[in-house]
């Protein structure tokens, strides 16, 4: 029905900007967060489940249930990026330690019964490396009955960053954004042509440092370690760019995401192009196709283009209400 809240399942690497995705989650009336799952990416998985329980306690969120997931990749091992996300994968802010533990089950188990027990399909939103998804997939495949979308941040059309070509969550684990890619549901890619677009300007930053409400001063503080130009340390300048959290925003307001239809695969080879989306962006086949016959591959909704100002002011309002 129209105006009720969607239902969303978030599986997350807890760093600063999943940290970020998770503030906005909790705070928008149009979000029912039903779950967390954890997975190792931006540090430890250990580290992840710290990190989120903790989030959720200071977003004003302590019952909703966290699980631990994979430890590794399917094939490779973990690759964590604290070289970007600090040693604790939160920014190094010396945030408390979480009052409560996670759930005693493990990541794909409370994905599959969260999931299969809502009233209304799920929709899921991984803003981390895919190896918990992939395995929910292979393992319960069943579950995507009553999946609606899956709302990926992954990927790239034009520039990578863990590799020229790759985004880190796909090339984290490359082999599990190939299964999410035949899930068999409608699958949007939130990647960094749209990611490194959507910034909040210094003085709002400063706003929300100087918040008296923590959840809200906790989305400056972590806003502030992510400088709106890349390569820049946090203390060059205050603009801060929301990264995972646009993903969140776009399943509360899809109208300010411009997405194309299109063919996508992941590179799998070994070598310089591992992890790579190919996007087909080309009007008709090559001669590759007419010469071979054209293959078949996934399609999905791929972001092209974003209203950045839309999503900032929508951040903005969100994370400021109590």
């Not at 920014?91 to 009052?99: E, I, T």
């Not at 409370?110 to 991984?126: G, N």
């Amino acid at each position: 029905m129209p105006g009720r809240p969607v239902p969303v399942i978030m599986d997350c690497d807890t760093g600063v900007d999943d940290a970020l995705a998770l503030l906005f989650a909790v705070r928008h009336p149009g979000i029912e967060l039903r779950a967390v799952t954890c997975v190792a990416g931006n540090t430890d998985v250990d580290g992840v489940v710290r990190n989120t329980l903790t989030v959720l306690e200071q977003a004003g969120a302590p019952e909703t249930p966290v699980a631990r997931g994979a430890e590794r990749p399917l094939l490779e091992p973990a690759r964590p990026a604290t070289h970007v996300h600090g040693t604790d994968g939160m920014g190094d802010l010396g945030l408390p330690a979480p009052a409560r533990r996670p759930a005693e089950v493990d990541a794909v188990t409370l994905l599959r019964r969260e999931i299969l027990a809502s009233p209304r399909p799920v929709t899921l939103i991984p803003t981390a490396p895919l190896t918990n998804i992939a395995l929910l997939l292979r393992t319960h495949p069943e579950v995507t009955r009553n999946i609606e979308r899956i709302v990926f941040m992954g990927g790239a059309v034009e520039v990578g960053n863990a590799t020229p070509v790759a985004e880190f969550n796909v090339w984290h684990d490359p082999e599990a954004a190939a299964v999410l890619l035949t899930a068999g549901v409608p699958i949007t890619m939130y990647g960094l042509d749209v990611f490194r677009q959507v910034v909040v300007e210094a003085e709002d930053v400063r706003r929300l440092r100087a918040s008296g409400d923590r959840g809200a001063r906790l989305a400056g503080e972590l806003l502030a370690h992510r400088p709106a130009t890349q390569g820049e340390p946090p203390e060059a300048e205050e603009a801060g760019g929301l990264g995972d959290a646009g993903a969140v925003c776009a399943v509360a307001d899809p109208g300010g995401l411009t997405t194309r239809l299109l063919p996508v695969e992941v590179s799998l080879a070994p070598g310089p192009g591992r992890g790579q989306t190919i996007v087909d962006r080309r009007p008709r086949p090559g001669e590759a196709e007419i010469h071979h016959g054209e293959r078949e591959r996934p399609l999905i909704d791929v972001a092209l283009a974003v209203d950045a100002g839309r999503y900032t002011r929508l951040y903005l309002e969100t994370v400021g209400r109590p």
